[in-house]
């Protein structure tokens, strides 16, 4: 499974620069259903300009921000986790940077 959102959309289909994404779990149940999931940065393509594992256990009920060196032309953010019968749950996505001229 998989989420991702259209961060140059919302700027008139201009590439943003990434510095940060901050991934929050949901708070009522099921905490492992973030571990091990990557994060993506993507371009206008959707070919891959970025990918961390950085989700950990750690995360827990809570949030995990990732920093990047600012990662440029980025217009989709991604996270998707691998194998069978895994479940991905997202609450908050949150990502800092700024857009491109």
Do not use: H, M
Request: proline share 5%; with cysteine; aromatic share 14%.
């Amino acid at each position: 499974p998989w989420w991702y959102v259209n961060i140059g959309a919302g700027w008139g289909n201009k590439p943003s620069a990434v510095k940060t994404v901050s991934v929050w779990n949901r708070s009522d149940c099921c905490p492992e259903r973030l571990y091990g999931a990557w994060v993506q940065l993507l371009a206008s393509d959707g070919s891959t300009i970025l990918q961390q594992q950085q989700i950990t256990s750690a995360i827990g009920y809570g949030g995990q921000t990732l920093y990047f060196t600012p990662v440029p032309n980025v217009y989709f953010i991604k996270i998707q986790i691998y194998g069978a019968g895994r479940i991905l749950s997202v609450a908050e996505v949150r990502a800092t940077g700024y857009v491109l001229r």
